[in-house]
């Protein structure tokens, strides 16, 4: 059974710093690792998609990396700046749609 | 605009009462999903559907029920059977359900807790 493991629990960086974090999954038959974003009582709006067979996808300041072998992903967010400030989630496709997510990262950037 | 609308934003359940929880979208997408989450945990599957008139049990589906009588909607029912029900609950829909590497689109959430 797939589990998937976001650390930190929460991170907070000052205003342009660069930044990654963190997401490790146990099994490497993965489809695809999905980014999400959550603001606080809200829904999550989808960032980046790595199918398997890619190893990185970029949108705007976001750069995420896949490397199954090693059962890891990260998020790089470059230039940060308070409007980042959330709680991103990573989860791992394992079968169909049926998604495995890990526990977030709460990111608080301080201007 | 298109979306996901999920209804109340907040609900109140008394002990022994069955709640339903609101999920409507105009995606047109076919494939629907209940997830529950805890705080400072991940999303943990509940039910889904990939079809009208079809659903299946996700990960965590006891006490919990489900329709799919209309494309655009999915209501979740929280019976009395769920003895630990207070959590934000979230739904979402994809296009098919079936093909890999489809992108999920969220509600944006009913809190639910236990009066």
């Known amino acids: 059974k797939q589990e998937v493991t976001q650390i930190p629990a929460a991170l907070s960086v000052p205003e342009g710093e660069n930044l990654v974090l963190n997401c490790s999954f146990t099994?490497?038959?993965?489809?695809?690792l999905q980014w999400f974003r959550q603001d606080p009582g809200k829904g999550l709006t989808s960032l980046l998609l790595?199918?398997?067979?890619?190893r990185e996808q970029t949108s705007g300041r976001l750069n995420a990396s896949l490397d199954k072998s090693s059962g890891r992903s990260t998020l790089y967010i470059a230039a940060s700046q308070p409007g980042d400030s959330a709680t991103y989630l990573c989860?791992?496709?394992?079968?169909?749609?049926?998604?495995?997510f890990g526990g977030g990262t709460r990111l608080m950037v301080k201007p | 605009d298109g979306g996901i609308t999920q209804s109340p934003k907040y609900l109140f359940r008394k002990e022994g009462q069955n709640v339903t929880l609101s999920c409507e979208q105009n995606?047109?997408?076919?494939?629907m999903y209940w997830y529950r989450q805890d705080p400072g945990q991940g999303l943990r599957l509940i039910y889904y559907?990939?079809?009208?008139?079809?659903?299946q049990k996700g990960d965590i589906a006891e006490g919990y029920s489900v329709s799919r009588e209309k494309k655009e909607s999915f209501p979740l029912t929280v019976t009395s059977a769920q003895k630990n029900p207070t959590a934000f609950y979230l739904c979402?829909?994809?296009?098919?359900?079936?093909?890999?590497?489809?992108?999920?689109?969220f509600g944006s959430g009913t809190q639910l807790s236990v009066l």
């Open positions: 790595i199918q398997s067979s890619q």
């Open positions: 989860a791992g496709n394992n079968a169909g749609n049926m998604l495995t």
């Open positions: 559907s990939q079809i009208v008139n079809d659903f």
């Open positions: 979402a829909s994809s296009i098919q359900g079936t093909v890999l590497n489809e992108k999920l689109f």
């Open positions: 099994d490497s038959a993965i489809y695809n």
């Open positions: 995606l047109n997408h076919d494939a």
